[in-house]
């Protein structure tokens, strides 16, 4: 069998003929022009949302948690929802930069700043909700961290809980700091390009004085790649950790062993979702649609229907699970899942999640921004109900019937969930503002080898 | 203030495209200079292997690292599990290791990413902001994508006409002298 040689021609990476000055045109261009009047009114919006935040973030903390939906056998509501939702999207961010990295995948250079910065932003999102809704945030900082104390008391470590804050926090730290050494040699051009003393100054001392010397640059490929083989690891364990949290108690409907894999897929999923909802309007707002091609999207496309499909058989895993373990609870669950008094919520899941993304099959919607937008979106909504009908639908009718109750979220929680989105979307505005969208050197690299002259392994 | 003296400490060949940059590179090797070094707007493939290279210690200084921290990982839940407050909960063992294994996998991984992000700093030499190349504008130009070779005046071979002369016969034709204020002077580029 013989395969055909234009299957395996790697596809395009910028659809103009596009020269190393042009390129940094092309990409420093947008942060060195003044913000137009459309980011002006992007960031005054969401700046807004992060304002309800705030508001909704004070009446939690003055007048306490009682101010949000969770009643009793509901313990965990839109706080748990909403953190596993932030931190699911951080991962194609993650799996962007390094896993795609060690495979040698060219095209992740266009979208990887970007989606690093999404994975960051997520991070910082994901953290508020754990901290707020232990009721006391201040404190919250002495029941999580191990630190020594006089009362000789210390953490769980056999906890799932406990081994979230470690998880967590390691991910978040060396997500920044994968993503600042990326930035390093980019922040050096902005820097040499700026015009104004001031802004020389900041690049200047952002980018640490880095003088693309070629002793610096053998340490900095190796280093980078250890930081693509750490986060490798490190992303899978992240979601896995966050599903322990369920899947190590007793609930029915949480207590199963496919939860792990299950997540990262999800997460996966739904992140690249959320990069594709992002960069298209990225893209088009700084025009950068020959470094961010319609090969970008179609890719992104299929990342998203192959784990489309691996959330869909885990759905029905579930199931099979449930009846085949002949568990009462188990069984029970699973049937008030899809026919309870959620049955509205498990379906718009199954359906955004598992039906919609077939569409991505027509090589049309994948290469058509504008036909795939509405899919992503829907992935995106699935993607936060699948997280609301795991916690909410496990636990709203728990062993003992008179104890059964039905969640609603109040206004605070609404606020807050819809605050959050303010905060991550004002970070990325500023970040689109402030530094460079796109890994400049890396698509150097690319650019570079295209023309037939030697480009480094970075990349 | 006086006019502050200024000293050559270098001369910088200037190329147009990585592939006779790394030709020159390997003449500069062959000529036996030890310092000196290029420079480039992004990674140049074998370049290394033109200079000369030795391979980074990163990858030992992060897994020496990580192991640190895997060893730290046991300390801090066995230490304070089963030693400094050991309570025993359902009969389970007090160093219960197999319900660490995940706080041991992210303090490897915490402690080697840490390392590898100090490495850069420390072998890539950076948080010197000052450098004559800066001052010269000739950095400008390499992120603006050019390629430089910069021979050091420190290195003993060093006289500057052999050094132009090497360079000339690298196929460069933008040379220049890398002129340094003694006033900031700490002899490296």
Known sequence: MSANPSLLAPAALTTEEVDLRRLDRDIYGPMEAFPTYRWWAAILL????????????????????????????????????????????????????????????????????????????????????????????????????????????????????????????????????????GLIPDLATARDRAGHWFRKFVYGILSLGWRGSNRAWSHYEKAYLLFAGLSTPLVLSVHSIVSFDFAVSVIPGWHTTIFPPYFVAGAIFSGFAMVATLIIIMRKMFRL?????????????????????????????????????????????????????????????????????????????????????????????????????????????DFLPTSWDYFRPSLIDIGLFVGSWGIFLTLLLLFCRFLPTIAATEVKVVVAESHGSHGGQHG | MAEPSAKTVGLVGLYDDPATLQRAAARVREAGYTKWDCHTPYPVHGLDRAMGLKASPVPAVALTAGFFGLLAAIVLTGGLSAIHYPIRIGGK?????????????????????????????????????????????????????????????????????????????????????????????????
Not at chain 1, 293 to 308: Q, V
Not at chain 1, 317 to 332: C, D, L, N, P, Q
Not at chain 1, 371 to 390: A, H, K, T
Not at chain 2, 151 to 177: K, N, V, Y
Request: with cysteine; charged share 15%.
């Open chain 1, 46 to 181: 969401t700046g807004g949302l992060a304002g309800i935040f705030v508001v909704c973030l004070a009446v939690t903390v003055l007048r306490g948690i009682g101010t949000w939906g969770n009643n009793v056998p509901v313990g965990w509501g839109w706080a748990i929802v909403n953190f596993v939702f932030w931190v699911g999207i951080g991962h194609a961010g993650t799996l962007i930069s390094a896993i795609l990295f060690l495979f040698r995948q060219r095209w992740r250079t266009g979208i990887a700043r970007f989606a690093e910065a999404m994975t960051i932003f997520a991070v910082i999102c994901a953290m508020q909700f754990p901290l707020i809704h232990t009721g006391r945030p201040w404190l919250a900082m002495f029941w999580l961290i191990p630190y020594p104390n006089d009362m000789g008391v210390y953490q769980n470590f056999r906890s799932p809980l406990e081994w979230d804050v470690f998880a967590v926090s390691t991910y978040g730290l060396v997500s920044l700091m994968f993503w600042y050494t």
């Open chain 1, 289 to 397: 649609q020959h470094l961010i091609t319609d090969n970008h999207l179609e890719l992104m496309n299929k990342i998203i229907i192959a784990t489309s499909m691996m959330v869909g058989y885990s759905y029905a895993m579930e199931f099979f699970t449930a009846w085949y373990s002949g568990v009462a609870y188990e069984r029970y669950v699973f049937l008030n899942r899809a026919l309870g008094p959620y049955a509205w919520a498990y379906w718009t899941m199954a359906i955004c999640n598992v039906l919609v993304p077939q569409l991505l099959w027509f090589k049309k919607i994948r290469r058509t921004a504008l036909l795939m937008y509405p899919i992503v979106i829907l992935v995106n909504v699935g993607m936060w109900f699948e997280r609301f009908v795991i916690v909410v639908t496990s636990l709203h009718r």
């Open chain 2, 93 to 189: 063992p007090l160093f219960s290791w197999p319900a660490f294994v995940p706080i041991y996998f992210e303090l490897f991984v915490l402690f080697a990413a840490l390392a590898i992000m100090g490495s850069i700093i420390v072998f890539c030499r950076l948080g010197r902001w000052h450098s004559p190349l800066h001052d010269s504008g000739i950095m400008k130009e390499i992120t603006g994508a050019r390629f430089a070779i910069v021979l050091e005046a420190a290195d003993e071979r060093f006289s500057e006409q052999d050094a132009r002369a090497l360079l000339e016969e690298t196929g460069c034709h933008d040379i220049r002298p890398l002129v340094q204020h003694e006033e900031k002077d700490d002899a490296i580029i």
